[in-house]
């Protein structure tokens, strides 16, 4: 009875054990994760050095003290969120006088765009490079429903509803962001960069930017096997679709199943 009482505990203590260190862990990540996560936002851009890097390829336009010349805008006050958003989609600098910027791989390295993003901020305070936090993706319904609608509501005019982009006026275009990073989606609803509007923290809480952001990013990773989605002609008739052919499914199963049995 002993023996048997005490070879019942050893696995129950394992168990245990093992409960008791995942806490522990999980613990210790939540409180070691915010200041990771801060390292890398902030990633201390260095402002000595991105003054250098902007004299060298930014000056000609913005001007040698980043207030603006009759080339480009002012840069003080927009923040080191327009500078990692302009210069890491390849927007910046600009290559041409095409009615707008277009996206082109950068020639910068991260820690050129985080120093060039210091020294700007250091002119004047604007949005900053969004927290880590609100940039996790969310996949539970609710928020991916809740994204869906925000983005219906605010960007679908000029993105399309499924984020493929449109034409607007005077050969400018909203893009299509298939392949933006959270980071800078983030980054475009709070510097409204050209035609697009700002989304600030009062039209859209930093929460519902990342319930649009999960959203977009949910629908860059649905399949459409054999390029076939419908157009993504809307939940009505894609519903209607996908329930006629689920029941013929459906049939086709307990037609298969029945035959087996008999
Ligand atoms: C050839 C000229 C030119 C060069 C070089 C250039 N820019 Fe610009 N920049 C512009 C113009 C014009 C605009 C305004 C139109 C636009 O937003 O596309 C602009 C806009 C911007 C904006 C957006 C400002 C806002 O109000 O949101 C940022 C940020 C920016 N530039 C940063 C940079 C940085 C950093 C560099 C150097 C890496 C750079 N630019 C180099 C011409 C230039
Ligand atoms: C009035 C039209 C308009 C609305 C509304 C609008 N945008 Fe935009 N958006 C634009 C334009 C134009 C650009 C391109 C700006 C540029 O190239 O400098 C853009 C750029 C972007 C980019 C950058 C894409 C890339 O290729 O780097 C993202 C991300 C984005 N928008 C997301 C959104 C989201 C999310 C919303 C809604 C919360 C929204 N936009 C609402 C017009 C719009």
Known sequence: MK?????????????????????????????????????????AGD???GRDLFVASCASC???????????????????????????????????????????P?????????DLSAYVASLGPGPAIPED???????????LAKGAELFRVNCAMCHNVVGAGGALTRGK??????GVTPKQMYEAMVTGPQSMPVFNDANLSPTDKQDVISYLKYLEEQPSPGGFSLGSLGPVSEALFAWAFGIVVLIGAAVWLTAKSS
């Open 133 to 143: 936090q609100y940039l996790n993706l969310k996949t539970d319904d609710e928020s």
């Open 106 to 114: 950068t020639e910068f390295t991260q820690q050129d765009v985080a």
């Open 3 to 43: 023996g048997l009482a005490a070879r019942r505990r050893r696995p129950l203590a394992t168990v245990v054990l093992l409960l008791m260190a995942l806490v522990v862990t999980g613990a210790a990540y939540a409180v070691a994760a915010p200041t990771f996560a801060n390292a890398s936002t902030t990633a």
């Open 62 to 104: 913005h001007g040698a003290q980043a207030t603006g010349t009759r080339a480009a805008p002012s840069l003080v006050g927009v923040g080191a969120a327009a500078v990692d958003f302009q210069v890491s989609t390849g927007r910046m600098p600009l290559a041409n006088t095409a009615p707008q910027a277009p996206r082109k």
């Open 47 to 49: 402002v000595q050095r």
């Open 173 to 178: 275009y909203a893009p299509p962001l298939e």
